[in-house]
């Protein structure tokens, strides 16, 4: 499997970013890489949480240099914030310059 995001949609959670570390009975382990540990991750109902579709390919390389670990998790995790920020920053930057 390879890289999987997905934000917690539902709970105390909610809006929380996790790797998906594995699929059990239609729920989904996940993991942040301090609470919820790879050895043991939250289980989520299916429904209750949106899988992230475009994941950078930095962070697919990332993802395959080795067995998934905790510093990895959370490696990822705080890379592909840092993305989607600077992105979220770019696009105002060239909406802003659109409506001028």
């Known amino acids: 499997m390879g890289l999987v995001l997905a934000y917690s949609l539902s709970g105390h959670d909610k809006g929380t970013l996790y790797v998906v570390v594995g699929r059990k009975e239609g729920r989904y382990l996940l993991a942040d890489g301090?609470?919820?540990?790879v050895s043991s991750p939250k289980e989520k109902n299916s429904r209750h949480v949106q899988l992230v579709k475009k994941v950078p390919p930095s962070l697919e390389i990332l993802w395959g240099q080795g067995p998934v670990s905790d510093e990895t998790v959370k490696r990822a995790l705080k890379l592909y914030q840092?993305?989607?920020?600077?992105n979220k920053a770019d696009s105002n930057n060239s909406q802003n310059m659109i409506s001028d």
Request: aromatic share 0%.
């Open 82 to 86: 840092k993305e989607a920020g600077s």
């Open 34 to 37: 301090k609470g919820k540990t």
